[in-house]
Every structure is written in C-alpha cells, then in structure tokens.
C-alpha cells in the first residue's frame, strides 16, 4: 500500500474542495445549491443519497431520484459529484449514474463485512473511492479498509479524516485527531487525505477555524457541507453553511493568506500543542473524578485523606519516569505537588461535607 501512487489527486487544482449539502432533499435544493459554488474554487459537489442515521424515523434520504439531480448539477455547472455508499446495491446505483468521486462513510469503515461487501461491488472501479476514518481511532481498522479495496483492484484511493467520537466532548461533533492523522499521512505519504471540517465541527462556530487547522496540516483536500437554506436542512442543519459563505471565504480567507513558510509551520505545531494540551485537561478532569471515588471511599472507612507514605513512593516513582522521557526532577515535582494539592482539597471538601 505503501508504494501505490496515487495519481488521481493531480488532476485536482490544489486543495481539492468538494462540496454541497449533507443531503440531497429536492431537485431544486440540490441545483440552487449547486450554482452557488464558484468552480474557481470548488471543484466537486457533493450530496448524501442514502443517509445513515443515528435514530430511525429521520429523514433517511431521497434515494435513487437524487442521483438524477446529481447527473443534471454536473451537466448544468461542470462540477463533478460525490456520494456515500453504505452496500452493494448503493454501489451498482452510483455506478450506473456515473458518480465521480464515491466515498464510505464513517459507520460503514467500522463494519469490515459491510466494507468487504462494497469492496465487491466496486471491484476493478476505475472511480476515485475515499474512506472516511472510522468512528473510533483505530487507524488499523482505517488500513483495512483501504486494503480490502486494494485487494478487489481499486487503484484510485484516498481517505477522510472526519474526527471521532469520543466520551466526553464539549467543542466538537466529533473530535479531530491531527496526531493520529498525521502519523497515517507518515505511513502512507501517496494516499491523499482530505479532512471533512463539517463532521468534525457539527456547528457553524468552529468550522472555520478547523479548515484553517486542517489546512495548517496541508490536507490534499476539504470536504465541506453547504445548503442554500441551511437553517430548514432535513440532516445535519446545525453545520452546514450558505454556498455563498463558503465561498467567500475560501476567496477572502483561506486563498487570499499569504502565509510565510514560517508561519504555516509555527500554526501547525501549535494546533498540534494545542491539541496535547487539551488532552492534559480531559486527563485531568478523569484524574479528579478518581480523587472523588477514593475521597468517598476514606470517608466510609475512616481513613487520612493524605497518606504520606504513599505520596512520597508514588513522586520518587515519577521522577524516575520523568527522567526517562527527558523530563526535569523539578519539573515532574512542581506539576504533581500541584495536581496533589488540588485532589487533597476536592477529598477534604468530600469528607467534610462542603
Ligand atoms: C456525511 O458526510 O454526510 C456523513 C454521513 O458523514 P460521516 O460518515 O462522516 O458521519
Ligand atoms: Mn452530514
């Protein structure tokens, strides 16, 4: 997998922008939609035909009918389009409609049958196929995917980092992974990547700075969800932004920067520090509600809250670690008493009731 050049990406203009709404929901929608991207900057529009939900009852999508519109966007605006599939009858539709770009979506990664299934039908496809990542971070799982097309002869590949779902999220649909991404992309340099901002945001609050983020990370591509009505969308109308939005920005904003290489490399290493740090607060807040368990735990059994023995074996424990990695005595010594601090007050207001 390694040594497969992916070639397909050249016949892109730099980034790759594809685009258009979560679904397509009426032939007038999807056309509107359409003629609001500017070509100058988007090249693919996108619309979701077959839409997995999370809750039955939603709107699960229009079907076969919207492959049609597909066809006349690309007649009536030269864009070229992009759908999901989820199994074997998705992909004979899509194929027989003449979809340019098809992609699997997140649910359907996770579920290597449902994969293998797709795979089949594809076989020998000459179509680009992307693969969003996984619902979780597993990259082996993310591999696989792209192996059983391999296998099945697919040779015009790439791949969607989406973000993922994690337990505890408060920014984000679904949390971007730029350290896992970036470790793929090392892996595999000739697999074009793209990232789906929208996914990740799922809101219209922080999509542009995730694009800025992402393109920070010089992503081959953006994947971008945009409704004429975004407000009344029957999927996802939370993050999907006017046509005419997105494109002013990618004019005004993101093609118009002209980033020093400096500050392209300094942005990316922060969003990667930045993304560290925000790891250490969720440690720290899973780190505190343990102080609480073993805090109601002393109370029951009577027992100190601060037990110096332990503390002292448990810092020599660390420091020694610390070292290990290059980290400072002083340093591990002043963070933990710190953290130590912080977890005896949370066990004393436990005990006492306050
Ligand atoms: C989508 O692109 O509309 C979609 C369903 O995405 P995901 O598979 O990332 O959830
Ligand atoms: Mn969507």
Redesign the pocket.
């Known amino acids: 997998m390694k040594n497969i050049e992916q070639n397909w990406i050249n016949s892109f203009k730099k980034p790759l922008i594809i685009s258009g709404p979560?679904?397509a929901e009426t032939e007038n929608q999807v056309l509107e939609t359409a003629k609001k991207l500017d070509k100058n900057y988007i090249q693919v529009f996108?619309a979701?035909i077959w839409?997995?939900r999370t809750r039955p009852n939603c709107f699960e999508g229009i079907g076969q009918i919207g492959l049609k519109w597909l066809n006349k966007v690309k007649k009536e605006t030269g864009l070229l389009t992009a759908t999901?599939v989820a199994n074997s009858t998705h992909v004979e539709l899509a194929l027989k409609y003449d979809i340019d770009i098809i992609?699997?979506?997140?649910?359907?990664?996770v579920n290597p049958f449902t994969v293998q299934e797709i795979s089949e039908a594809l076989k020998n496809t000459t179509k680009i196929i992307l693969v969003?990542?996984p619902?979780n971070p597993d990259v082996d799982l993310w591999i696989g995917a792209l192996e059983r097309l391999i296998n099945q002869g697919i040779k015009n590949i790439g791949v969607?980092h989406?973000?993922f779902s994690t337990y505890k999220s408060i920014k984000y649909r679904?949390t971007p992974n730029w350290g896992l991404a970036l470790k793929f992309k090392k892996l595999y340099p000739n697999i074009p990547m793209l990232c789906?901002p929208?996914?990740i945001s799922g809101n219209r609050e922080c999509l542009f700075e995730v694009i800025k983020q992402a393109m920070s990370f010089k992503y081959e591509g953006l994947?971008v969800?945009t409704h004429c009505n975004p407000d009344k969308a029957l999927?996802?109308s939370q993050q999907q932004i006017r046509p005419e939005q997105f494109v002013e920005f990618l004019k005004n904003d993101l093609f118009k920067k002209t980033n020093s290489k400096t500050e392209m490399e300094l942005e990316h290493i922060r969003v990667l520090i930045s993304e560290l740090d925000q790891n250490l607060i969720y440690l720290l807040s899973e780190r505190m509600e343990s102080s609480e368990k073993v805090a109601i735990i002393k109370k029951i059994n009577n027992l100190l809250v601060f037990q110096p023995k332990r503390w002292k074996s448990l810092i020599e424990e660390y420091k020694t670690l610390g070292q290990k990695l290059c980290l400072s005595e002083k340093f591990i010594e002043n963070i933990f008493k710190e953290i130590h601090k912080e977890s005896i007050n949370l066990q004393n207001k436990i005990i006492n009731n306050i």
């Open positions: 979560c679904s996108r979701g839409k997995p999901e992609w699997i979506g997140a649910r359907s990664t969003k990542n619902i969607i989406r973000g679904n789906d929208s996914h994947i969800e999927s996802d």
